[in-house]
Every structure is written in C-alpha cells, then in structure tokens.
C-alpha cells in the first residue's frame, strides 16, 4: 500500500510543476552530475544546520511533499519548518550517504537514491544512529533542479542480544 501511495504521489507531484521551456537539453550524464551535486548541498546543509542552503533545493509549492516513515508533509512553508525543528533539536548531526544513484526519466526530471547513516546527539546529550533510505524527485524548474518530492524510511534496528545487552 505505501508503493502504491509513494507512486501516486510522485506522479502527482511531477503533473502539477509546471512544464518549462528549457535551454539545450542535457545528457542523461550532465543530468545526473548535476542531480548528485544538488544532493551534496542538501547534506552539506543538514550537517552544518544551514537551513537556507538546505531550502533553497527545494520546490516553493503548496505541492512541495516530504513522506518521512509514512508520514506525509505537504507544501514547502510547512517543510521547511519541520527541517528547522529538527535542526533545533539536534545539538550534534553527521549524515553520511552510500549506495547512490540518480534515475533520469527526461531531461527536466529525475530521482535520487541513496541509503544513508546519520549519527544525531539531541539537546539532551542523547546519542544514537538512525539508518535508513530516501529517494529525492527533482523537477528542473526555470531552469533549476528542484526537490518536489522527498521520501525517507529509516531501517529498523536489530535488537540486542542478550550477550550484546550485557557487554554494556
């Protein structure tokens, strides 16, 4: 049921951006060098608390979707002030990525795919890694690559064994 969900949003979110006239076409590789570079300012923004530069890759719409663990955000004012909470909360934040790839589906839209590690110390000095993946739908919009869509599933984690628990 979340597939189905994720692909009826996605469709949604790429039919109401509006469709923009563009210069020279790229190639599917400057597309997708393009879309890589736009997914390390997004981590460099969530790792140095720069919520401008972290916005900025986002779509300004009403359409604008963030779906974090099945639970759906929608329109960009109401995303970016759920990023900026987050950022509140955390005192410590280092996002890795592995495991990229970017999907292009025309010269104006592709998706970026990644598994991720983020290591986060809340205002409480309480430590823990969260793993999971997300995928970004980018949309290329006068004439700039914009986040439309974000999805993001953390993993669960494997609970400790009993020799585990006690070694601590």
Not at 24 to 36: C, D, F, T
Not at 72 to 79: L, Q
Request: proline share 2%.
């Amino acid at each position: 049921m979340r597939i189905l969900i994720l692909v009826l949003t996605t469709i949604v979110a790429f039919n109401s951006c509006k469709q923009e006239e563009e210069s020279p076409l790229l190639s599917s590789g400057e597309v997708q060098k393009q879309i890589l570079d736009k997914a390390r300012e997004v981590v460099w923004g969530l790792n140095h608390k720069d919520s401008d530069t972290l916005m900025s890759q986002f779509w300004k719409s009403d359409d604008a979707l963030f779906i974090i663990n099945g639970n759906m955000v929608k329109g960009y004012d109401n995303i970016e002030k759920g990023l900026k909470q987050g950022m509140l909360a955390r005192k410590l934040f280092q996002l890795k990525i592995t495991n990229e790839f970017v999907e292009v589906f025309t010269p104006v839209s592709a998706m970026h795919v990644a598994e991720f590690e983020q290591e986060v110390t809340d205002q409480n000095d309480s430590a823990f890694t969260e793993k999971g993946s997300w995928s970004a739908f980018y949309r290329k919009l006068e004439d700039q690559w914009k986040v439309v869509l974000v999805h993001e599933s953390y993993y669960p984690l494997k609970p400790k064994t009993t020799s585990e628990a006690g070694e601590e």
